[in-house]
């Protein structure tokens, strides 16, 4: 089997080719590409590299190198700035279309397990392995020893590549960190919505692990998401979530690995399914609980955009939220904090940003929750919208949403 650094050896200069991303991410390409940045010269980078997780700009490697992502992590701050890094701003289920077509790729290079009968897996990265093999021409499968065989992973013959590598490194990881109280008393209002038979979808951040962690005394539930994170494990074994079970990705510790991968429980599908609009709406009961940064009196939010800067991207939020509103007794909550972490500032705005981004438009507003309690504005007119978003902003905010609301409202 060739090394890690063989698989540059099948492109050029000017090729487009993707890095997956996720618990997906070639290490070993990448580890060849610091150690001999000449392997890489000239390539168009792409990728759907996960903020927090794939912190990774091939571009600032490599001369004479671009990258095209859709969320700017901190590390692609410094080529986004420069204009080497160029960001797509489509959603995630639209990006699954974005790599199997019109990324008119040239080559890919994904992480694959260990060959068994002729096939391999994308192993915990089902999410976009199949949109990698049906947009690339040249694809090559960097074997991993480490990485699982789901028993529910597309299986990929072998011969679908043009080169098999092996590279013994470490999957990545990712860890919520210590959780705040203010999020754990959202994540227990939320969880206290939550009903036998629902479908959850939780995405990656602290709130999203402060609600799996609420959910320990729930039964009967059912989880369909894009990616299943590290307080997964306990619930999956406690019987919490005992129905249908689909991920795109596992993202957690190596304990995670070990203790969920290769559950026959659990179906890996790709964000051609576990995001799809008519997919998602057909499931009665889909609750989905996404973060966001700030929430207007309108009911806009945004998840990707903070002090005049661009800081994330679309990803799959609004695809859920859209969904979870179609679907039949189906919720659509936003988990957020009443204040910046210092605790100056409101999170639940009169407007967003002047120069800001709307992720969420109003129309997709359902639910939001703070630590201050539930704003519900499903069938509330405009006024009573903001009435509700402000009863939920920190106490000493609210005085001053409400004057401002009442000034702006006598122009509109």
């Known amino acids: 089997m060739k090394t890690a650094a063989d698989a540059w050896s099948l492109f050029k200069p000017g090729d487009r080719v993707a890095l997956h991303g996720a618990g997906g991410e070639p290490r070993g390409a990448l580890a060849a590409l ?113 990485m699982p065989t789901p028993p529910h992973a597309p299986k990929i013959p072998v011969e679908r590549f043009a080169m098999l590598t092996e590279a013994h490194t470490e999957l990545p990881s990712y860890s919520a960190g210590s959780l705040p109280p203010d999020l754990k008393a959202i994540a227990a209002r939320i969880a206290a919505m939550i009903e036998p038979d629902d479908t959850v979808q939780v995405g990656v951040g602290k709130a999203a692990s402060a609600l799996m962690e609420a959910l320990v005394d729930h039964r009967g539930l059912n989880y369909h998401a894009g ?63 996404n973060s966001a940064l700030s929430v207007d009196l309108f009911g806009q939010a945004t998840q990707e955009w903070l002090g005049g800067r661009q800081i994330s991207g679309q990803g799959g939020a609004g695809d859920f939220a859209r969904a979870a509103r179609a679907s039949d007794g189906g919720r659509h909550v936003i988990a957020m904090p009443a204040t910046a972490r210092r605790g100056s500032e409101s999170r639940i705005r009169l407007r967003l940003e002047p120069d800001g981004l709307v992720t969420l438009p109003r129309v997709d507003a359902e639910i939001v929750v703070t630590e201050f309690g539930v704003a519900d504005l499903r069938w509330k007119d405009v006024d009573a919208r903001a009435a509700a978003l402000i009863a939920v902003a920190a106490p000493e905010f609210r005085d001053g949403l409400a004057n401002a609301w009442d000034e702006m409202r006598r122009t509109m």
Do not use: M
């Not at 290769?262 to 997919?279: L, S």
């Open 227 to 289: 990616l299943i994170i590290e307080e997964f494990a306990p619930l999956l074994e406690a019987g919490v979530f005992s129905g249908n079970i689909t991920t795109g990705t596992i993202i957690g510790s190596r304990d995670l690995y070990d203790r969920v991968a290769e559950d026959p429980r659990i179906r890996f599908k790709g964000v051609d399914f576990t995001h799809h609009p008519g997919v998602i709406a057909a499931i009665p009961r889909f609750v989905s609980v």
């Open 34 to 146: 610091e150690a001999d940045p000449e392997l890489g010269r000239g390539l168009e980078f792409v990728g759907i590299w996960l903020p927090g997780i794939n912190d990774i700009d091939p571009s600032a490697i490599a001369p004479d190198s671009t990258a095209e992502v859709i969320f700017i992590n901190p590390p692609l701050r410094q080529g986004w700035e420069a204009g080497r890094v160029k960001l797509q701003p489509i959603n995630y289920w639209h990006s699954e279309k974005w790599i199997s077509s019109h990324a008119r790729l040239d080559g890919a290079i994904l992480q694959v397990s260990p060959p068994r009968d002729g096939v391999v897996t994308a192993g915990i990265a089902c999410d976009f392995d199949q949109a990698l093999l049906r947009g690339a021409k040249t694809v090559v499968g960097e074997v991993n020893p480490n």
